[in-house]
């Protein structure tokens, strides 16, 4: 055990090198990697009222149950609003305290002083961390490591006499791991394998002692299935021959086991094979004989040591659930995957690693000078690396750099073109190139068919959705936006057609139920305008748009006091909304109420709403004379 004062100085020492590391992640924005739906819109989090509170445990979110991370998102939103170095600086302090936590596990391993810091420090800097601490929406993987490691933490203590209270702490901790991320899943094998490494046996009784943790396994495990298919859109999987996802299995580890050592070229998205069902490239056939090679190797190690057999058993355990076993998503490999995994690695191979220069004092100070050097190069490329995340452009553009052809990374490079700078023709040409990449790609088209509409192309726009639906007939969104282009093109049957056809496929989609109100108030059938506009706001409370049109709607049909009332709420949902306040000012014109009405204009004028200036004039005049 390392005397408190040297532990306190070894820890200051720890977490000075991980945070200069890591320093870069303070400075960045948002992508549009997820972090749109997991934070900045996504209306889940903007309240802690008891009703927003329950949906955080009642119903997972994005196919994945996690109301912990939700909570989180939720804690900060309620105080600083959308401030991303917030968002930022709370993944960065989570895996602060992480480092710290793997440095107490190893000890508690029984590793001396100088292997715990060095694995501690190696997960602290490591380049394929940066993922999990830079990426605001995979706060989940910093979050349920923080309650993972302590609970492994807990189990070590209560297995070396601390007694029942630690018992307690490791099901309490593995409960809110749980609640977190469903990789939590794998702990209960991970302490089975603790019970084979330290107490040098494995037998039925060990499994049946951690029955509960076995039924909050399959508690969690089946939620976790729900969630996946709870919603109707389900994210598109890979399809693989069984002989190719046993391949990919094999590839898999050893990609992660590679760019552990060699942590070069990463990304935060690496495409699959241009054909994953045909033949791949041939080093996914040399995967399966690289890993019989090592599994040999640690097989050998038993008859000294079971070091290697539990840093390789912990690794493997650990990023089982993401090896693609099963399809869970478009991702097969990804750098956060190998977060806790990585800590068995690390362990053997640093341990590895002193015990030979321990032995060897001739080699010490040069081996010592070796691992400062790798360490150097490690903090600079995940410093290196922690700059890439500053916002979604300079994200997708590495990822383009590194594979020129991706698909995905021109769609989402297009987003932040067509959606953040508003530069349609680079948008275009990225949706474009997305497309030829991948011919099925749908939202490309859906994307591309808006920008087309934006200019006026209504021909091209009904073209580009044609397609994306005849790749995908269920996607509600195209049809939405289809009406939309048609309503343009004069055409209110094909409209209205689609319009319905969207809300079948995507029945909590209140845009659609406003561009049709839109369109139903125009055709002068108001009452099914309104019953439109309240769907719309029952979806979206906070629909500006809708209450101002809403409104307009009650003003055509001459009831005045909903419409103000609407203007009203827009105004209260938008407070910079310029043409609320001069709907709301033509209002108080028409009861009379000229100083109100006018006071609502030049907000409106202020705004930058373009008005008459004789009507203000008219509205000067009439308060004055009042």
Request: proline residues 4%.
């Amino acid at each position: 055990m390392i005397p408190a004062r040297l532990r306190v100085w070894t820890i200051a020492l720890l977490l000075a090198a991980t945070a200069a590391a890591m320093a870069p992640v303070l400075f960045n924005g948002f992508t549009n990697w997820d972090d749109q739906i997991m934070i900045t819109q996504n209306a889940k989090i903007t309240s802690l009222s008891p009703d927003h509170l329950l949906s955080f445990f009642a119903a997972p979110h994005e196919r994945l149950y996690h109301p912990l991370v939700l909570l989180n998102y939720a804690l900060e939103y309620r105080f600083f609003g959308f401030n991303p170095f917030v968002y930022h600086l709370t993944n960065y302090a989570l895996h602060l305290a992480n480092t710290v936590l793997v440095f107490f596990l190893i000890e508690l391993l029984g590793a001396g002083a100088l292997v715990s810091l060095l694995v501690a420090l190696c997960f602290g800097i490591h380049p394929m961390h940066v993922e999990s601490v830079a990426w605001l929406a995979e706060r989940k993987d910093v979050l349920y490591s923080a309650f993972y490691l302590g609970a492994l933490i807990a189990y070590l203590n209560s297995k070396q006499g601390g007694g029942r209270k630690f018992s307690f702490l490791t099901m309490i901790l593995f409960v809110l791991s749980l609640l977190s991320k469903p990789m939590a899943l794998t702990l209960p094998f991970v302490l089975l394998l603790l019970d084979w490494y330290l107490d040098k046996k494995f037998d039925f009784k060990r499994v049946t002692e951690k029955w509960s943790y076995f039924i909050l396994l399959a508690v969690f495990g089946a939620i976790m299935v729900w969630a996946h298919y709870y919603s109707q859109t389900i994210e598109p999987v890979p399809v693989f021959t069984l002989l190719n996802r046993a391949l990919f299995v094999c590839y898999g580890i050893v990609f992660y086991l590679a760019k552990l050592f060699v942590p070069i070229r990463l990304s935060n998205y690496y495409p699959l094979p241009a054909d994953p069902r045909g033949v791949l490239p041939v080093i996914y056939y040399f995967a399966p004989l690289v890993l019989l090679a090592m599994a040999a190797g640690v097989a050998f190690s038993l008859k000294r040591t079971r070091k290697a057999a539990f840093g390789a058993g912990f690794f493997l355990i650990a990023i089982f659930p993401v090896l693609q076993i099963m399809p869970v998503g478009v991702g097969v490999l990804a750098d956060r995957y190998t977060y806790i995994s990585s800590i068995g690695l690390f362990y053997i191979i640093i341990d590895a690693a002193v015990s030979w220069w321990s032995k060897r004092p001739e080699f010490r100070t040069a081996g010592m000078v070796t691992f400062v050097l790798i360490a150097g190069a490690l903090a600079v490329l995940s410093f290196q690396r922690a700059m890439v995340w500053r916002d979604g452009m300079s994200l997708w553009n590495d990822v383009l750099k590194k594979y020129p052809g991706c698909a995905l990374a021109y769609y989402n490079r297009g987003e932040e073109y067509f959606l953040r700078l508003r530069d349609y023709d680079r948008a275009y040409s990225d949706f474009s190139r997305a497309i030829a990449a991948d011919p099925k790609y749908s939202s490309a088209y859906i994307n591309r068919a808006l920008i087309r509409y934006y200019r006026g192309d209504v021909g091209g726009s009904i073209a580009d959705y044609d397609q994306a639906i005849k790749i995908d007939p269920t996607i509600g969104e195209a049809y939405g936006n289809r009406g939309n282009s048609y309503v343009a093109k004069g055409d209110t049957v094909k409209a209205l057609a689609d319009y319905e056809l969207a809300l079948k496929y995507k029945p909590d989609y209140p845009e659609t139920y406003y561009n049709r109100g839109n369109l139903l108030a125009r055709l002068g059938r108001y009452e099914e305008a309104y019953a439109d506009y309240h769907k719309a706001l029952a979806q979206k409370p906070d629909y500006a748009a809708a209450y101002n049109n809403l409104g307009n709607a009650y003003f055509r049909a001459g009831d005045l006091d909903r419409a103000f009332d609407s203007f009203d709420k827009a105004i209260s949902s938008e407070p910079g909304y310029a043409e609320a306040y001069y709907n709301r000012a033509v209002v108080l014109t028409v009861r009379g109420q000229y100083r109100l009405a006018l006071e609502d204009a030049r907000r409106a004028a202020a705004l930058g709403y373009r008005i008459d200036p004789r009507y203000i004039e008219k509205l000067e005049q009439n308060a004055e004379a009042r």
